[in-house]
Structure formats: C-alpha cells, structure tokens
T-cell receptor, first 114, second 111 residues
C-alpha cells in the first residue's frame, strides 16, 4: 500500500515549457486534490475531483489543467510555465470529501520555473 | 471569501516552554477545523475539531475549538526540539469539498 505517490519530486522548467505532475493513490479514494504551498501562504487549493470523470476549480486554478480518467490518477498539467508557478505542490486524497481526518498527502513536488 | 488566519506567524521558544498557537476563521459553511504539523515534507494530521468546547488531546499536544468566537488554539506543553515545525490550521468547508488553510505558524524550539 503506497498511499499517495507524486512524481517528480523536483523539477526545473524554463518559462513557457509545459509539464505534468503525476499523482496516484492506491486506496480507492474518491476525492483527490492539488494544492500549492508558497512561503507564508499556507496551502491553496488548485483543482479537485470528487470521482472519476469529475473535476472542479479551487482557489487558484489559472494556468493549470487536470483530468480524472481513473479513480487512481489525478495529473496536474502546467500548460505554459511561468515563474509565478514556482512552488511546492501537494496532491491529497481521501475516501470521501468531508472526511477531514483521513486526508492523505503526497510527499510534495518542488517546482522551479526560470 | 473564506479566510483562515493564524498567529503568530513565527515563534521561537526554549525547550520546556509551553506554547499556544492561534487560529481564527471566517467561512461561509463550517464543517470542521483541522490542525497539521509540517516538517520537511507533507503535512501530517494532528487533530480534527467539530464541536465547541471539547478538548482533543494527544500526549503534550491539545486543541480546542470555540465556534461562537470562531477560533481554535493548539497548545504544546514541555516543548522539545522535535516539535520544531510549521503548524497549519485548516477549515473544512461543508458542501464545497475543500480545505482552506491558514498561513501557518513556524515554531522553533531551541535547546
């Protein structure tokens, strides 16, 4: 049981490049989400999904796309990277939305855009 | 706009001291409040509080929620250097399927 797996752990991108952060969970969780964490700002919700085929925007969705074709996977795509997207990204999952004490976080992906 | 505010943002104390971290919130539809500890990587869950006035306790850590005054506190007694971390407060929004986080409090315990 691997929990929530994020890849890559570290990435440097040039402005304008695109990339995908991968997130997979093996717990059959319905709810998955992506957060970014910037210094002094806590975690902010980018996009979330309540089940396969369903996604919705969070607080800071601009510049990011997501899809949820399977229960297990929830990739985050940066379409044209900008320096403002330099951040630490966390994927999270839970069995159901609202089960706050069983939200599992991935280890994080450190992204630098130069 | 849903908002969670933590104070202080940074705190440095000596080992053995007791600390109190604060979290206040203004949200449209409160479901519960959560505390996390974050060291170098992902946040790890500490407490979930749903009802006012009921203290949750785990070892030297305890937390309580006041839904009338819209705040929560996290207490750590007899602090140790291993308590050094960022402590995050988050509110789970009913129906909106999301956690709203505060900025975090960076706690440093000096030996």
């Amino acid at each position: 049981n691997a929990g929530v797996t994020q890849t890559p752990k570290f990435q440097v991108l040039k402005t304008g490049q695109s990339m995908t952060l991968q997130c997979a969970q093996d717990m059959n969780h319905e709810y998955m989400s992506w957060y970014r964490q910037d210094p002094g700002m806590g975690l902010r919700l980018i996009h979330y999904s309540v089940g396969a085929g369903i996604t919705d925007q969070g607080e800071v969705p601009n510049g990011y796309n997501v899809s949820r074709s399977t229960t297990e996977d929830f990739p985050l795509r940066l379409l044209s990277a900008a320096p403002s997207q330099t951040s630490v990204y966390f994927c999270a999952s839970s069995l159901r939305s609202g089960s706050g004490n069983t939200i599992y976080f991935g280890e994080g992906s450190w992204l630098t855009v130069v | 706009e849903d908002k969670v505010v933590q104070s202080p943002l940074s705190l440095v104390v000596h080992e053995g001291d007791t600390v109190t971290l604060n979290c206040s919130y203004e949200v449209t539809n409160f479901r519960s409040l959560l505390w996390y500890k974050q060291e170098k990587k992902a946040p790890t869950f500490l407490f979930m509080l749903t009802s006012s006035g009921i203290e949750k306790k785990s070892g030297r850590l305890s937390s309580i929620l006041d839904k009338k005054e819209l705040f929560s506190i996290l207490n750590i007694t007899a602090t140790q250097t291993g308590d050094s971390a960022i402590y995050l407060c988050a509110v789970l929004i009913q129906g909106a399927q999301k956690l709203v986080f505060g900025q975090g409090t960076r706690l440093t315990i000096n030996p």
